[in-house]
Each structure stands twice: as C-alpha cells, then as structure tokens.
C-alpha cells in the first residue's frame, strides 16, 4: 500500500487542522493505520492508531482529549483531527500502515508538516 498524506498548514495555537492520508489499492479495509510526528533533530514519536474496523482507536497521552482519529474506508482515508492546538505540535506528521497484530508499521508514507504558532 502507498500513503500519501496531505493536510499540513500553520494554525495559531488554540486552532484545530484536520490532515489526511490517502492509500493507494483495493485493500485499505485490511491494514490498522497510525499516526506519527516528528520534530528535526528528534525521535519520531506515536500519536495514535484507529484499527482496520475504525471501532478501536488508541491515543498517546500528550493527545488524548485533543486529537481525534478516523476512517473511511469507502474513501480509502484516515483523518487526524486536531482541536486545542499547541506550539508543541509542531512537528511534521506521519501515516503509517499496519497489517500485523501487534502494530509493525510495515508501510509509511510521506511527512505532512503541521505548524502551531504561538
């Protein structure tokens, strides 16, 4: 599967931004997807998952209460909405792909960068 997200911009802190991933193929339905971040110069860090089904979904902490994952698998698409934006979030944003349980990430497409002005 290809990825390819889109989405990024510069929000004022307190602003929201919805980014999106597209995947390529007929079997989007199949794969868990996950959403990354990463700042130049640190460890890309995990932000969330939403399993095949869209009826799981799993936040890390610093996000949770702000940011919001889902899925259509009609438009072989997973959204990461983010509300209350802070500088922090700065980051570039990464989907990824999962067929395996546990998550392996097998498939990554290419960064959107999401910039939070103070």
């Known amino acids: 599967v290809q990825l390819q997200a889109s989405g990024g911009g510069l929000v004022q802190a307190g602003g929201s931004l919805r980014v999106s991933c597209v995947a390529s193929g007929r079997t989007f339905s199949r794969y868990n997807m996950g959403w990354f971040r990463q700042v130049p110069g640190l460890e890309r860090e995990f932000v969330g998952s939403i399993n095949w089904s869209g009826s799981m979904t799993y936040y890390a902490d610093f996000v949770k209460g702000r940011f919001i994952i889902t899925r259509d698998n009609a438009e072989n698409t997973v959204y990461l909405q983010m509300n209350s934006l802070k500088p922090e979030d700065t980051a570039l944003y990464y989907c990824?792909?999962?067929?395996?349980?546990?998550?392996?990430?097998?498939?990554w497409g290419q960064g959107t960068l999401v910039t939070v002005s103070s």
């Open positions: 990824a792909a999962s067929l395996s349980i546990p998550y392996r990430w097998e498939y």
